[in-house]
């Protein structure tokens, strides 16, 4: 059988293995399409911890350089750090070399725009051709501009958190936490955002020296470590980043994982305590955003999966609030795009507002669980299933907006074909475990039924 | 017409044009998997291009598996140098030479610290046709290690090489142009350790060149008019990347870059008996000067890296050519334009003479040089056609046409770095080797219609 090299180009940026399918080539090839695509002007620079990323960074640096475009090289630096500072800088754009969460041999790009928002996918099906057309303006040489190297960028992003928040208030409580960074860039700025805030802190994973100390993505089954040390320290909370830094889990102070939905549900409720206005969530995101949202009179808007769509959405209804259920929180008054760190002061700030601890903060929203599953399926039939069951549960309040969703008074279901694997997801919740399960399985019995007969 | 020269020790071209990221990245790549494991040294000129091109290499030769020395701007022949003292796998030095500001290239360099030869040449670029390039997991990255004052060793060794402390009795004042290259800044600390007083013009390694940075006396007239100014014993003009000097005497006489190698030679011989290699395009001022020490000229193909390894096959003593760059056998295998100052230096010094007596005691030929631009796929097929001007003439073909009439060279030949017919001609009289020029540039013009 021949050998597969997985190359995956996406409204995400690109992703591939190193040595095999994300080559020097393949990546100056982009930043060529990339610099062409912005212009000239500066573009920052960023990477995650992997091994392979400085290897990658001087590849986009020489494609960047040469078509006219002045990158900032900003070092390791969490994504939204990133975003923050493309915006605050003014420049055209930045290029951050990461694969987020897929295994160590893998690496990526992720392209940002003007404003420090992901591209769209309007922009980026632009950009993509010019990559594909291969015609890039490259600048003759007298209009070839340096590289800068910006030490402690991100000290910048911090400021502007902590210009928001009650500093003093937190402060005060002498907050004890455990921070679990998962060996990624979050720790470059994580444990000081901490020591700003008055806490006296555990840190857990913070080496930058691109080994993964558990598979990051914050899910409880990752968490085991964290939990203990939560009880053992007697800390206020515990708190877990993704290897982006992106998205934010929480343990209480019974060291009991809270589950991704769970940081959304307390931010937006925090959030629309500081200022009201409307909400924007994505379809898998628990039905207590509605609860808290109709508590305090303000809509609430659903868009399809993935934060770009989210951020769009909040930008076009000026929404206070908003993110995704997978713990990613956003809150535009720092910069519109999901922020562990943003999500951590304002957890921080919720608990010190406060009197309670965390778990009880959580048991308001303990009355809802969310299951989430996958099943395999080849992406054509999962395509073709989904519009199947469309058709079967027309009379249902649905959204077709990202594959199916069904609603009933107190419990949902979401199936969605996955962009990048042969699966399909599938998201449930009402107001026991046990019924979300049950939901879970029917669908995916229906499901396979559908297969067949399609097969 | 697109600008792309490759040669057996590298590939040059416009950058933007064919000066790509992703063909830098190609070649380097074919080196990095043409090598052996170990480190590889990377410096550049200080061309404007020069850190667009050097990402690029760093990458490929990190995905391929190899730690880099970063040594930032930094003269070819210091990295030659550098690369056996670090017992590295092999550098790569980026710098189009004399070539005008909006080229650039990569010279590729091996173990010994020469150009790749002829046979490495040819396995690099048969790696590069393939594409099939061995980038590796990167499990853990390799390292780039900068490495600050890299010249510090190379200066402390020719140090001692030099007859430094007969140079410094002399107290001599020079006037030097580094053309803002890779040896500006550089040259204060060698002459300073030579006891020198230094002029500098040009001294900002900052790739914005006042003239092209080609030393001829073309470009000599600021150094010419410093060395008058300023009563100096001799002025020099550096390439971009110090692998080529000219003269220019006390008198503010400004000396073709033919006279660099018989000036050395004339001293060197003396020191360091031995065959001289030079090309066909050289002068044959060199023949008197070798016949002087009773030593044979080799005459072979243009460029460093066929002269220095038939230096190095051969057994002899120098290798140089017209252009003004030479390589002396008891110093270093590269053509290294710190050693030629130095020589000539050493020379004035030990032999209490003025640079302008020095060349007074060669015979004075003429040399005429032009060139014609000319689309690359018929570069042979008209130098072959240039045999039909001279039915009698003794002819060498070793490097395109070379052919002797009675008092009178002429040599036609292809560029190995640029889409150009390089056409030469020397006789003991100017208005001679000027007809040879007209005549054939009017033939080839006819040609190219």
């Not at chain 2, 290499?57 to 210091?78: F, R």
Request: glycine residues 8%; positive net charge; contains cysteine.
């Amino acid at each position: 059988m021949r050998k597969r090299f997985p190359l995956k180009v996406s409204i995400s940026g690109v992703r591939g293995i190193i040595g095999e399918s994300l080559t020097p080539q393949i990546a100056a090839r982009f930043a060529s399409a990339f610099g062409t695509y912005l212009g000239q002007g500066p573009v920052l620079v960023g990477q995650d911890t992997r091994p392979s990323g400085t290897m990658l960074k001087k590849a986009v640096l020489s494609g960047l350089l040469a078509t006219g475009c002045q990158p900032v090289e900003v070092g390791v630096l969490p994504i939204p750090t990133i975003l923050f500072l493309t915006r605050e800088k003014q420049a055209r754009g930045a290029v951050v070399i990461t694969a987020s969460h897929n295994p160590p041999e893998w690496n990526g790009l992720k392209f940002i725009g003007p404003e420090g928002l992901y591209l769209r996918s309007s922009q980026v099906e632009e950009f993509l051709d010019i990559f594909h057309q291969g015609e890039f303006t490259f600048v003759p040489a007298e209009r070839i501009k340096p590289v800068i190297q910006e030490k402690n960028a991100g000290e910048l992003h911090l400021k502007k958190i902590l210009a928001h928040l009650k500093v003093n208030s937190i402060r005060r409580r002498k907050f004890r936490v455990v921070a679990d960074c998962a060996n990624g860039a979050g720790a470059t700025l994580l444990p000081q955002l901490l020591q700003e805030l008055g806490c006296d802190s555990l840190l857990l994973n913070t080496n930058l020296n691109g080994q993964f100390a558990h598979q990051s993505e914050p899910v409880p089954e990752n968490l085991g470590e964290l939990c203990r040390r939560v009880k053992e320290f007697g800390a206020d909370l515990g708190l877990a980043q993704d290897a982006d830094a992106d998205r934010l889990a929480l343990v209480d102070e019974k060291g009991r994982p809270l589950g991704e939905d769970l940081t959304l549900a307390l931010a937006v409720q925090h959030g629309l305590k500081k200022k009201r206005g409307p909400v924007v969530v994505n379809l898998s995101a628990s039905m207590a955003i509605e609860e808290l949202a109709a508590r305090f009179r303000v809509p609430v808007i659903r868009t399809k999966i993935g934060e770009i769509n989210v951020v769009e959405a909040m930008l076009e209804h000026g929404a206070v609030i908003g993110g995704e259920g997978n713990g990613g929180v956003i809150w535009p008054e720092i910069h519109p795009c999901r922020d562990s760190l943003t999500a951590t002061a304002l957890m921080l700030e919720t608990l010190a507002e406060s009197q309670e601890p965390l778990s009880a903060l959580a048991a308001a929203f303990r009355t809802y669980h969310l299951v989430k599953d996958k099943m395999d399926c080849p992406a054509e039939l999962a395509f073709r299933a989904v519009v199947e069951l469309r058709h079967r549960y027309q009379g249902e309040n649905i959204s077709t907006l990202d594959g199916l969703k069904i609603s009933w008074p107190d419990s949902w279901v979401h199936l969605r074909p996955s962009n990048t694997e042969p699966i399909i997801r599938l998201l449930a919740e009402s107001r026991s475990a046990a019924r979300s399960r049950r939901l879970i399985e029917n669908f995916k019995k229906e499901i396979k039924k559908i297969i067949r007969q399609l097969a | 017409m697109k600008l792309l020269k490759l040669n057996i020790s590298g590939v040059r071209g416009l950058v933007g044009q064919t000066i790509t990221p992703e063909l830098v990245i190609d070649f380097a790549s074919a080196f990095g998997t043409m090598l052996p494991a170990g480190p590889v040294l990377v410096g550049r000129d200080s061309r404007r291009s020069g850190p667009m091109v050097q990402e690029a290499v760093m990458s490929a030769l990190l995905s391929t598996g190899h730690e880099v020395i970063n040594l930032g701007i930094c003269p070819t022949p210091v990295i030659q140098f550098l690369v056996r003292q670090h017992r590295a796998a092999g550098a790569v030095s980026i710098t189009a030479g004399h070539n005008p500001a909006e080229w650039n290239a990569l010279n590729f360099i091996n173990s010994q610290g020469t150009y790749l030869n002829e046979f490495q040449g040819s396995e690099l670029l048969d790696i590069y046709h393939l594409g099939r390039f061995a980038h590796q997991k990167l499990k853990k990255s390799p390292a780039v290690v900068s490495e600050v004052n890299p010249e510090e060793v190379y200066f402390s060794w020719l140090k001692t090489r030099l007859r430094t402390a007969e140079i410094s009795r002399a107290r001599f004042k020079v006037v030097v142009d580094p053309c803002n290259g890779a040896g500006a800044r550089l040259v204060n600390k060698f002459f300073a350790a030579l006891g020198c007083e230094l002029v500098a013009v040009n001294n900002e390694p900052n790739g914005y060149f006042p003239h092209d940075p080609e030393p001829r006396p073309r470009n000599a007239g600021e150094v010419a008019s410093l060395v008058r100014a300023t009563g100096a014993n001799s002025g020099f003009l550096l390439n971009s990347d110090v692998s080529r000097v000219s003269l220019v005497t006390e008198t503010g006489e400004t000396l073709s870059e033919e006279y660099t190698l018989p000036v050395v030679a004339g001293y060197y011989l003396e020191r360091q008996p031995g065959a001289v290699v030079t090309s066909l395009s050289t002068s044959r001022i060199i023949e008197e000067v070798a016949s002087r020490f009773q030593v044979p000229v080799l005459r072979t193909r243009v460029g460093q890296s066929a002269l220095v390894q038939t230096m190095l096959q051969e057994g002899a003593a120098l290798a140089g050519e017209g252009s003004g760059g030479l390589a002396l056998a008891d110093f270093q295998p590269a053509f290294d334009g710190f050693v030629v100052m130095g020589l000539i230096l050493e020379m004035m010094a030990v032999r209490q003479k003025k640079l302008s007596e020095l060349v007074k005691a060669l015979p004075r030929y003429h040399i005429v040089k032009d060139k014609i631009i000319c689309p690359p796929h018929r570069l042979h097929s008209l130098v072959a056609e240039t045999r039909k001007l001279y039915p009698r003439a003794e002819i060498n073909s070793l490097d395109g046409l070379h052919f002797t009439l009675k008092d009178t060279w002429v040599h036609v030949r292809a560029s190995s770095t640029e889409p150009l017919i390089r056409i030469i001609a020397e006789s003991a009289s100017a208005a001679r080797a000027q007809l040879e020029v007209d005549k054939v540039v009017a033939f080839l013009n006819r040609l190219l219609g």
